[in-house]
């Protein structure tokens, strides 16, 4: 029997490792640790034509470069000189990328051997690799071969076989002239004797110190002198350390692989619409057209709704009649008809929207438009003092701006946070598309979709103007790196997740809006009952005492009012709406109208016939841009641990919600 | 490896197939690049996991359990299709 011989394999997790492993130990291994560390160990055996040889396997890692204990503890076992051979394993099928392992092993001292796993892929893919040429230039057996094939294994034993016996090392002369191009690379050179650390060569260990590799580092200051060691630590920063090394290693590369790999040129080319999305001048404007066309489109599936909702309200008169027949106190049929059937109306209605937006943000999500929304606006949230990941804040914002604002707890920045969050609560909410548009329809029919057009822009605005008042003192301006982004091909959605995702969300807003509607309804309800009948409830009189105020800002008392709730929550306005709107005490006009029966029923026309457009408009801005809900509070002051920055923030929105029904009420004006 | 970060330094985002478009290369030379950056922390993934929301207005049980968003913040499961972002760490 011939002497022993040891191996270790080393290679990139996925590189195929385990699999070269158990078919070369099979039942011959053991599992351990390594010394003091919680690293598994993997030690085994086999013989071939009479060599024993001993088999270890090296924790998995990307590279040799000290992130953890598995690459210390895979150089310092190689370099210890303990396997006579080392098998590097790379994946043919992507040689560009994963004979980086062979790049960082380069420069340590022990003989190795290039086994170029899963052949069979690559071949697949179409790709000839000349296994020869490649071997050639790095001066060490290289082996096309496929773990999971059996056949190729014999290839393997005799490549073996032959590497023990003649203990190539690989040549890296081709590497070490890329290296001389970083400015300082040969000086540290120069300054790292040969044998500073066993096993290491001078080549290797100047690299891991442009590199910044600690361990290396620590070693070396325990055989260098202290000046030396200052000398090259200064050196080394001047560089640009792990870019510039990493860059040489994958030029490397390249050259190896140039002639060796047979490679299909592909023309890189953009979809149709990516050329638009992705472009500089169009990618804005189309993005924003999108958005727009997807809440226009959100439309058609609430026209149902918005008709079941007022065929709900003709109900009001069967069941007074039919209450006053068996009896039933007056303030009962006012409490189910003014109260339950009124909300419920308005309730059917929402849904709609709910469904309908829900369904188009998506969709916009499912087929990766959402993915290109960030990629246009990165460049403009760095100009707002952002960082491009802001972007997914404001998108979850949509939906709800409490998610929001825990969204952004992605970003690091104190400030840059707070910044975000205070331009996410400009983003109308999920109650906000529920509410606004049905108000919209009400009030202005088909115009419905101008509303929600300006509104949207009027957020784009509103949001670079905060981000002007607010950014002076949040955010520093500084230059930034736009983003790298890999982004989803467009794809057909899948329809029944889709579908399962927007009628759960339909169903959990139904609830949660019910219960809101319906209380604040009552209770506001219950404020503006007089049992004289007349203007005699509480909230009339307050009412009446702050018109001359709320007019000025374009607001009856009662929208006003409605404004009021809506910072508890959007859907609460609603509720007020219901309340003051349905009749029972809210004027003498209206309480006539009411006991018309069924055609008083009609609560568009009342509302119609109390609110000018131009209160409508003013109100319906107001709303909007109104702090998003009470939650949302509570939510931005965890966030950003500042009860100054968060009463800053709420004062600035009701102002600015203010001016802004301002601004559209005389707008309206002149429009109507 | 420098170009591309200094290619990025305008401040405009790109995808891996416009880097490779500019820089002359192949979309496969970009993403063993990034891996690599990402590897020596010059640049990180973006998370897109919106962690727990403490019962947010869309949450209709209010507290939600585990660390998932609820609902009515996002899809479950996240937004899945949103591709994969990279800031520079510089």
């Known amino acids: ?672 | 490896m420098e170009e591309l970060l200094e290619l990025l330094k305008d401040g405009h985002a790109r995808t891996i197939e416009l880097l490779a478009m500019e820089l002359g290369t192949s979309p496969e030379d970009i993403e063993r690049k990034i891996e690599y950056l990402e590897q020596i922390g010059s640049i990180k993934r973006v998370s897109m996991q919106v962690r727990k929301c403490n019962g947010c207005s869309g949450c209709s049980g209010g507290e939600q359990s585990g660390a998932t968003p609820c609902k009515g913040c996002m899809p479950e499961d996240g937004f899945k299709n949103m591709g994969t972002m990279w800031e520079v760490m510089v």
């Open chain 1, 1 to 672: 029997m011939r002497a022993n011989a040891t191996i270790a394999l080393l290679g990139q997790p996925n590189a195929g490792k385990s699999t070269l492993f158990n078919a070369l130990t099979g039942l011959r291994q053991h599992v351990g640790n390594w010394p003091g560390k919680t690293v598994e160990k993997k030690e085994g055996n086999f013989s071939h034509k009479g060599v024993n040889y001993k088999v270890a396997d090296l924790p998995g890692s990307y590279s040799l470069s000290a992130n953890s204990d598995e690459e210390v503890i895979t150089r310092d076992y190689i370099a210890s000189g303990d396997a006579d051979i080392v098998c590097i394993l790379a994946d043919s099928s992507q040689l560009q990328r994963s004979m980086f392992m062979l790049a960082d092993y380069a420069g340590i001292d022990v003989p190795c051997i290039l086994l170029l796993n899963m052949a069979d892929v690559a071949k697949q893919q179409g790709k000839s690799i000349d296994a020869k040429a490649i071997e050639n230039k790095l001066g060490i057996p290289v082996i096309p071969f496929s773990a999971t094939d059996k056949k190729s294994y014999d290839v393997f034993y005799n490549a073996l076989d032959k590497a023990v016996a003649s203990k190539n090392k690989l040549n890296i002369e081709a590497l070490e002239n890329k290296y001389e191009s970083i400015e300082g690379f040969q000086q540290i050179c120069g300054l790292i004797p040969n044998d500073a650390i066993t096993g290491y060569s001078s080549t290797w260990l100047a690299v891991k110190a442009i590199e910044g590799d600690k361990v290396v580092m620590a070693k070396l200051s325990e055989v260098l002198d202290d000046s030396v060691m200052a000398q090259i630590e200064s050196i080394a920063k001047e560089t640009k350390g792990a870019v510039a090394t990493g860059g040489c290693k994958f030029a490397w590369i390249d050259d190896v692989l140039d002639n060796a790999v047979s490679k299909k040129s592909k023309n890189i080319k953009l979809g149709k619409l990516d050329k638009i999305y992705l472009s500089r001048v169009w990618g804005k404007p189309a993005v924003v057209l999108t958005v727009i066309l997807g809440l226009l489109a959100s439309f058609i599936p609430a026209i149902p709704p918005m008709i079941i909702g007022s065929v709900v309200l003709m109900l009001k008169a069967p069941i007074a009649s039919g209450l006053a027949a068996i009896g039933a106190p007056h303030i009962l049929t006012l409490i189910i008809n003014d109260v339950v059937i009124q909300s419920l109306s308005y309730i059917i209605k929402m849904l709609g929207f709910v469904f309908g937006v829900t369904l188009s943000f998506g969709l916009l999500e499912e087929v990766g438009v959402m993915a290109r929304i960030s990629y246009v606006f990165d460049n403009t949230m760095g100009k707002l003092g952002l960082q491009g990941k802001s972007v997914m804040p404001f998108l979850i914002s949509f939906g709800c701006t409490m998610g929001g604002a825990a969204g952004a707890r992605v970003i690091d920045n104190w400030g840059q946070k707070v910044l975000t969050i205070a331009l996410a609560w400009a983003v109308p909410c999920g109650a906000a598309w529920a509410t606004i548009p049905m108000l919209a329809t009400i009030f202005f029919g088909p115009g419905a979709v101008a509303v929600i057009v300006a509104i949207l822009l009027i957020m784009l605005v509103h949001m670079y103007v905060t981000a002007k008042v607010f950014g002076r003192k949040l955010v520093k301006k500084q230059d930034r790196y736009g983003m790298i982004m890999e982004l989803p091909p467009y794809h057909k959605p899948k329809w029944g997740a889709l579908f399962r995702y927007v009628l759960g969300r339909t169903k959990e807003t139904f609830f949660r809006v019910t219960k809101v509607v319906l209380l604040v309804c009552g209770i506001f309800w219950a404020l503006s009952y007089s049992p004289a009948g007349g203007n005699g409830g509480i909230l009339y009189k307050v009412g009446t005492a702050i018109e001359p105020v709320t007019k000025a800002i374009g607001m009856p008392w009662q929208l006003f009012l409605s404004y009021i709730a809506s910072a508890v929550g959007k859907e609460g306005a609603i509720g007020v709406i219901s309340a003051l709107y349905s009749g029972g005490s809210y004027s003498a006009a209206f309480t006539q109208a009411m006991s018309g029966g069924g055609v008083a029923g009609d609560l568009n026309s009342i509302l119609l016939a109390n609110v000018t457009k131009p209160e409508a408009l003013a109100f319906m801005f107001a709303m909007t841009f109104n702090m998003p809900c009470v939650v949302a509070l509570a939510a931005t002051y965890q966030e950003t641990h500042s009860a100054k920055w968060t009463a800053k923030i709420v004062l600035y929105y009701t102002v600015v919600s203010l001016l802004l029904a301002f601004l559209a009420y005389h707008v309206g004006l002149l429009i109507w």
